[in-house]
Protein backbone atom coordinates (compact mmCIF):
# COMPACT_ATOMS: atom_id res chain seq x y z
CA UNK A 1 0.00 0.00 0.00
CA UNK A 2 1.21 3.67 -0.59
CA UNK A 3 0.03 7.13 -0.34
CA UNK A 4 -1.03 9.37 -3.34
CA UNK A 5 -2.92 12.28 -3.49
CA UNK A 6 -5.34 13.60 -6.32
CA UNK A 7 -3.66 16.69 -7.56
CA UNK A 8 -5.37 19.44 -9.73
CA UNK A 9 -3.22 23.00 -8.55
CA UNK A 10 -0.34 23.87 -6.75
CA UNK A 11 -1.53 25.51 -4.14
CA UNK A 12 -4.31 24.98 -1.28
CA UNK A 13 -5.77 28.06 -2.36
CA UNK A 14 -5.54 28.78 -6.10
CA UNK A 15 -9.15 29.89 -7.01
CA UNK A 16 -8.68 29.77 -10.80
CA UNK A 17 -8.20 25.70 -10.46
CA UNK A 18 -12.17 25.88 -10.88
CA UNK A 19 -12.11 28.28 -13.51
CA UNK A 20 -9.80 25.79 -15.56
CA UNK A 21 -11.76 23.16 -14.44
CA UNK A 22 -14.99 24.90 -16.43
CA UNK A 23 -12.60 25.99 -19.40
CA UNK A 24 -11.41 22.03 -20.09
CA UNK A 25 -14.96 20.92 -19.61
CA UNK A 26 -16.14 23.68 -22.05
CA UNK A 27 -18.89 24.63 -19.16
CA UNK A 28 -19.76 28.58 -17.76
CA UNK A 29 -18.64 28.87 -13.89
CA UNK A 30 -22.21 30.10 -13.60
CA UNK A 31 -23.79 26.79 -15.11
CA UNK A 32 -25.28 24.43 -12.33
CA UNK A 33 -24.49 21.44 -14.22
CA UNK A 34 -20.85 21.99 -14.33
CA UNK A 35 -18.69 19.73 -12.78
CA UNK A 36 -17.10 20.56 -9.61
CA UNK A 37 -14.35 19.92 -7.11
CA UNK A 38 -15.92 21.13 -3.97
CA UNK A 39 -12.99 18.94 -1.91
CA UNK A 40 -10.64 21.63 -1.35
CA UNK A 41 -7.79 18.75 -0.91
CA UNK A 42 -6.50 18.48 -4.65
CA UNK A 43 -3.79 20.27 -4.45
CA UNK A 44 0.23 19.54 -3.67
CA UNK A 45 1.11 18.79 -0.28
CA UNK A 46 4.29 19.06 1.12
CA UNK A 47 5.68 15.81 2.81
CA UNK A 48 4.66 16.95 6.43
CA UNK A 49 0.41 17.61 5.07
CA UNK A 50 0.88 13.52 3.55
CA UNK A 51 2.36 12.40 6.74
CA UNK A 52 -0.62 14.26 8.69
CA UNK A 53 -3.38 13.03 6.00
CA UNK A 54 -1.79 9.58 6.56
CA UNK A 55 -1.01 9.48 10.13
CA UNK A 56 -2.84 6.10 10.72
CA UNK A 57 -0.49 4.20 7.64
CA UNK A 58 2.85 4.30 8.75
CA UNK A 59 3.67 1.28 6.43
CA UNK A 60 1.74 3.26 3.44
CA UNK A 61 3.79 6.07 3.90
CA UNK A 62 6.96 4.26 4.34
CA UNK A 63 6.61 2.38 0.98
CA UNK A 64 5.93 6.16 -0.50
CA UNK A 65 9.09 6.94 0.52
CA UNK A 66 10.55 4.37 -0.52
CA UNK A 67 9.35 4.84 -4.20
CA UNK A 68 10.07 8.67 -4.11
CA UNK A 69 13.66 7.68 -3.16
CA UNK A 70 14.27 5.46 -5.99
CA UNK A 71 13.10 8.42 -8.53
CA UNK A 72 15.66 10.47 -10.21
CA UNK A 73 13.47 12.91 -12.61
CA UNK A 74 15.32 16.11 -14.08
CA UNK A 75 13.20 18.47 -15.99
CA UNK A 76 15.53 20.27 -18.41
CA UNK A 77 14.31 24.01 -17.95
CA UNK A 78 13.74 26.13 -21.80
CA UNK A 79 12.81 22.58 -23.33
CA UNK A 80 9.23 22.42 -24.75
CA UNK A 81 8.05 18.48 -24.17
CA UNK A 82 4.47 19.45 -25.76
CA UNK A 83 3.74 17.07 -28.69
CA UNK A 84 4.36 17.75 -32.36
CA UNK A 85 0.88 17.66 -34.35
CA UNK A 86 1.04 17.14 -38.22
CA UNK A 87 -0.50 19.92 -40.10
CA UNK A 88 -2.22 19.91 -42.99
CA UNK A 89 0.00 20.55 -46.61
CA UNK A 90 1.09 24.48 -47.05
CA UNK A 91 0.38 25.31 -43.64
CA UNK A 92 3.45 25.37 -40.51
CA UNK A 93 1.82 24.81 -36.80
CA UNK A 94 1.26 28.22 -36.22
CA UNK A 95 -0.27 29.34 -39.10
CA UNK A 96 -2.74 25.61 -38.90
CA UNK A 97 -3.41 27.05 -35.10
CA UNK A 98 -4.09 30.19 -36.30
CA UNK A 99 -6.78 28.92 -38.98
CA UNK A 100 -8.56 26.73 -36.93
CA UNK A 101 -8.74 29.46 -34.14
CA UNK A 102 -10.57 31.83 -36.31
CA UNK A 103 -12.25 29.57 -37.97
CA UNK A 104 -13.54 28.69 -34.80
CA UNK A 105 -14.51 32.39 -34.01
CA UNK A 106 -16.67 32.82 -37.31
CA UNK A 107 -18.67 29.87 -36.46
CA UNK A 108 -19.40 31.23 -33.22
CA UNK A 109 -19.50 34.69 -34.67
CA UNK A 110 -23.27 34.82 -35.46
CA UNK A 111 -24.60 33.71 -31.88
CA UNK A 112 -22.13 36.55 -31.24
CA UNK A 113 -23.67 38.85 -33.43
CA UNK A 114 -26.96 37.38 -32.42
CA UNK A 115 -26.76 38.33 -28.47
CA UNK A 116 -25.15 41.78 -29.70
CA UNK A 117 -28.56 42.36 -30.98
CA UNK A 118 -30.32 41.70 -27.66
CA UNK A 119 -27.86 43.51 -25.49
CA UNK A 120 -26.72 40.73 -23.37
CA UNK A 121 -22.89 40.55 -25.27
CA UNK A 122 -20.54 41.56 -22.59
CA UNK A 123 -18.17 43.27 -25.01
CA UNK A 124 -17.76 44.11 -28.34
CA UNK A 125 -17.52 42.11 -31.46
CA UNK A 126 -14.46 43.88 -32.27
CA UNK A 127 -13.28 43.79 -28.73
CA UNK A 128 -13.60 39.93 -29.24
CA UNK A 129 -11.73 40.01 -32.39
CA UNK A 130 -9.22 42.06 -30.67
CA UNK A 131 -8.75 39.46 -27.67
CA UNK A 132 -8.54 36.29 -30.10
CA UNK A 133 -5.74 38.04 -31.94
CA UNK A 134 -3.91 38.88 -29.05
CA UNK A 135 -3.70 35.24 -27.60
CA UNK A 136 -3.06 33.69 -30.74
CA UNK A 137 -0.32 35.91 -30.82
CA UNK A 138 0.86 35.56 -27.15
CA UNK A 139 0.10 31.82 -27.99
CA UNK A 140 2.58 31.79 -30.83
CA UNK A 141 4.70 33.92 -29.18
CA UNK A 142 5.21 31.38 -26.17
CA UNK A 143 5.78 28.43 -29.00
CA UNK A 144 2.84 26.74 -27.62
CA UNK A 145 0.35 26.60 -31.03
CA UNK A 146 0.96 22.89 -31.49
Keep these: ????????????????????????????FSDPKRLRYDAKQFFLKTAEEMAETFKGYPDALANTVRIAE?????IAEGENFLPDFDVPI??????????????????????LKQLAVEGALRHTIDEYERRLTYELDMIKMMKYPG
Design 90 to 111: GYTVDSYFEKVARDGFAQRLPR
Design 1 to 28: MVCTNDVHYLQRRMPTARHLLCIGTAKA
Design 70 to 74: RCHVK
